[in-house]
């Protein structure tokens, strides 16, 4: 039994063992509250939340002065501007509203692997794991939300979507979504496909209102991933691509002459590592994350490349902080 | 190509095993990973740029059939003929003994060995890179270098197409022995070798780094005439002659005796012999004439001893003048030696023409010198060879005689004093005088010259400088000799004829008294090829002028008569001589090159000369040559050095292999 083994199984006899996993620590949680889900531009929400709208609205936030028209709440009339020049402006304020926050959480056999790990025992696997640490990521994100007065959604996807969460408000939903992405981490019913679009260009896979909208995924995808890239944009999603490898495939230890075995399509594939191939792996690599980058950035979505080496935490307090993704409240 | 061991072919089981290995090697060690997709991009990519890998690991099977083939035919020990430097120096040695005048080896086309062999050596000086020089060294009695480290083409075939053949003793082996001289200590210096292979020579341990063999002839049939005696009867001549047969088969043919001058054979006599067999043929009832020829007519593979000549022993007699007392022994003495003594008493015989004609030398015994001073004595005495023979009684003018202290004898060399002792012989007195200018003691007795010779007016002159009568020498076995050695020296053997030799051998021939030049004329020659000698060769002469007692014969086998002139260009007589070839080279008792000390070698020289080795072409030859180099056991003598030996060069190949094998792996062959 490894020292992560081992961690998993205290992590959930301390916890009340539903979601013993995902559920982020309780320092952690402490840290994530304070934090709140980035969103670009204005957000349209249908229940008042801390979003600044589009709109103009009754937040505290001062937007602009304008003349007095007739039918105006002359609450909003400032007597002081009055006062001084005799003439009537009312204060005009940001509307605030809430916006949906969807989480697509990649559960496909490649995220699940782990050498030498059965993919549906989660309580095997080690903190490396890609689903693992993209679930307690979700978590972390999605506590964000919730405690930012924003909705959270969460969609599971292999091949295709296997299950949602649907959209969760409140600090008091949060035990739904830490059971929803514990859930996730169980037996998939498909092995995952190769092309991306496979399970998110399907129809009514991506939200149908604006919002913003976290891809957890590897990205192990031979195909489709642009495409994909580009479905988000149409749906007027704000995306934040999460990249989730693990230091296996950032950087591969593999030796010798071996017989690679595909885990999600079970293909074998005899490589001499050496260290003209791995050269070739990591120019491979690069060139696959630079595809996944530049798309992002002509879209004006997020890239963020994690790896399952580092701490869930740092990865959460300082590195997404540090990016952006989420930010302190207001 | 040579396989110096073939049987090593055994190894290529390794290609099998190799491929076995494959069949049942390792499988490589199952990984499961996330996804190929990176690997499958950072393969695919290489793949991309080089169309072959996809064959990369059939390549990696292919190096190492190719490393295993390249192992097995290192072991099997492949060689090829190799060129050595192009500056490295080419000897060659070339048989010219009277066996090479045999017939050429069956389909060359050349008219003997001696041609073929020449043919051949031509052919692959052709071949040679015309900077590696050339030395041509003929066999002959002695080594002749023809040539010296000669690069130019044109002059090599000039010395080639210079060699005749000798028909006299030929040494090859000091021929060889020159030749390993010249090509020791020099780098990749061959030794080129052109003979029939009927000699005697080691070439064993030669410092050539290559030795080529250039066979010609075959290994033919030979009838020789091994020898003709004739026998002058009182009205009619009795010949004899001998034959001999070598080869495998009995050979037939007639035995024909041909009188001079003549076409016609007096006497024909069929023969067949088994091979080895001698047999001896009479004639009886042959006319007589000057000499006879003996030929045989048959199918015959050497000629140059097919004819053989004899002529009757001439019983001619020198005389002799003897002046003087006179002594019973020494008439005696110098009748044995078949000298006629004519006695002339100086008081009462005044010499006249005729003496001058009848009289070969003469022999003044004690008398006194003075009833010589006649102008006819004189002139007598200056233009014929004398014999002084010193009396104690009659001393010569200034002489005394004188008691020798002791009896120890001195005898220097000389044709007189040959087989003389003078041991246990008493000599009373010897008269001490000046026997002239030009005089030599040549025996001393006591401490005193007791004979001196020397020669006045090129003329010999002996004088004995005692008096037989005052010593028991008449009694003695020396006595006989010392008058038959002086009448021969003095007289020179005058009449009779020379007999037989050897072809170019040293005769010594006994000159008639006032010889001022000689010659030897053709009479006849074997059926021999010649090398278009004259038919009139002066003789030979010493340093200082007058004709040599020692003369070399002439080099065809044939008649021959020696002329000898006077100072005044008047013939002073002629004598026969017969010309054999050396005998050794019609001996064809053994297989050819059976003497070259090669015993694994006569099978393959039996090849050659049977002529089926590439119609004896230049090529055939040597290359068969050079198989029976290489195919002679160790210990042969022969090098193989010239053969590059391919083994260093596959290791080399192989290595280089291992290296692409390596790198083919390195670059991800399993892929």
Redo the contacts between chains.
Sequence with gaps: MSAGDRAARDRGRETSGRAALVRPGESLLRGVERLAVAASGRTRGTQQGKRRSGSLGSSLEFADYRAYVPGDDIRRLDWNVYGRTGRAYVRQYWDEQETDVTFYLDVSRSMRFEPGKEEDRPDTWTETNKLLYAARIAACAGYAALCGDDRAAVVRFAGRVEDRLHPVRGRGAAHRLFDFLEQSLGPAADPGADDLRTPLAAPGALPPRPGVSWLLTDGLYASGIEETLNAFAAARQHLVFVHVLGPDEWRPALRGELRLIDAESAAAKDVAIHPDALRAYDEALKEHVGGIRRRCAELGFVYFAVDTSVPPEETVLVRMARHGLLQRQR | MLLKSAASAVFALALPAILLMYLLRR?????????????????R??EANRPWQRLRRSLLLLLQLIVAACLAFALMGPQIPGQASPAAPVVIVVDRSASMTAAASRGSGEADALDEALQAVAAAVEELPSSRPVTLIAAGAEPELLLGDETDRREIRRALGSIGPRYGRTDEEAALTLADALVRDREGAELWLATDGRIRADIEGAGATGVRLFVAGRNGANTSVAAFGLQAGADAFEAAATLIHYGSRPAEGTLAIVPAGAAEPAAERPFRLEPGEQRVFTFAGLPSAEYYRAEIRAVDDYEADNAAFAFPAAPERGRALLVGEGSLFLAAALGLAGIDIVQADPARFEPGDETFESIDWIVIHGADEKALDTAAWRKLIDSRPVWRIWSASSPPPGGRAAEPEDNRTEIRPHPVTAHITLADTHIARIVQADPGPGMEAIARYGGLPVLYAGSENGLPRLVLAFDPADSDLPLRADFPILAAQAAEWLGGAAGGHLGRAEADASIEIGLRSGTARAEWRTVETAPVRTNGEAAVIEAERTADGAVSSVQTAPGVPGLYRFVEYGGDGRPLGERLLAVHAAQAEGMWTDEPFSGIGLPGEAGETDHAADGTTGAGSADGAGETGAGAVSGAPEGAGFRADALIDLAPYIAVLILLLLAAEWEV???????
């Design positions: 499988r490589y060690p199952e990984t499961e990973i996330a996804s190929h997709l990176l690997w499958r991009r950072a393969l990519e290489q792996y390195r670059r991800g062959a399993a892929c």
